[in-house]
T-cell receptor, first 115, second 116 residues
Framework: NAGVMQNPRHLVRRRGQEARLRCSPMKGHSHVYWYRQLPEEGLKFMVYLQKENIIDESGMPKERFSAEFPKEGPSILRIQQVVRGDSAAYFC?????????????FGPGTRLTVL | AQTVTQSQPEMSVQEAETVTLSCTYDTSESDYYLFWYKQPPSRQMILVIRQEAYKQQNATENRFSVNFQKAAKSFSLKISDSQLGDAAMYFCAYREWETSGSRLTFGEGTQLTVNP
């Protein structure tokens, strides 16, 4: 009964490189959310996806950031040409279908450090 | 837009005593959910308790209970018989009532220290 899985747990990139963060939701969950936590701050919503669909990306920066949740495989958050300000913890959460009654369950997060 | 405010950046409590963490929120909706999440040093986000706005009864989970005041838009967390393992950052969160899922809006957090 595995929970939400994220990998890698820690990722170090140099400025200008690409970062790919992966999230495997809990079994039976088809809704995925990505949140970002900057140092000493609370979590901020980025994007909400269902299988093969982006439902709400209003929290995503307009440039360099993209997310997908393919029919098969994990959800991917991709950051192109990373900058120091992208250094943060990125959390994925999942919930089941018909999730208006359901809680979001979080993964352990990926800590991205940009040198 | 909904906002969540936690006015206590830090709190401390003696082991075995009771502490209350404050949270206020702003919304024009009548139906919604409220949550408290705990983030220990491992940084894992752990659900502590949740409250549906339509329920008048305050939620309780073992040593954790809430005081939900809908008219005042207040949602405080009470931890009874505090334990060392309760030391963590605590986040209050709001979620709209929607049929197909909705984002969580978090407060800035309260760092709780438990003194032995």
């Amino acid at each position: 009964n595995a929970g939400v899985m994220q990998n890698p747990r820690h990722l170090v990139r140099r400025r200008g490189q690409e970062a790919r963060l992966r999230c495997s939701p809990m079994k039976g969950h088809s809704h995925v959310y990505w949140y970002r936590q900057l140092p000493e701050e609370g979590l901020k919503f980025m994007v909400y996806l269902q299988k093969e669909n982006i439902i709400d990306e209003s929290g995503m920066p307009k440039e360099r950031f993209s997310a997908e949740f393919p029919k098969e495989g994990p959800s991917i958050l991709r950051i192109q040409q990373v900058v120091r300000g992208d250094s943060a913890a990125y959390f994925c959460a999942s919930s089941p279908p018909r999730s208006y009654t359901d809680t979001q369950y979080f993964g352990p997060g990926t800590r991205l450090t940009v040198l | 837009a909904q906002t969540v405010t936690q006015s206590q950046p830090e709190m401390s409590v003696q082991e075995a005593e009771t502490v209350t963490l404050s949270c206020t929120y702003d919304t024009s909706e009548s139906d919604y959910y409220l949550f408290w999440y705990k983030q220990p040093p491992s940084r894992q986000m752990i659900l502590v308790i949740r409250q549906e706005a339509y329920k008048q009864q305050n939620a309780t989970e073992n040593r954790f209970s809430v005081n939900f005041q809908k008219a005042a838009k207040s949602f405080s967390l009470k931890i009874s018989d505090s334990q060392l393992g309760d030391a963590a950052m605590y986040f209050c969160a709001y979620r709209e009532w929607e049929t197909s899922g909705s984002r969580l809006t978090f407060g800035e957090g309260t760092q709780l220290t438990v003194n032995p």
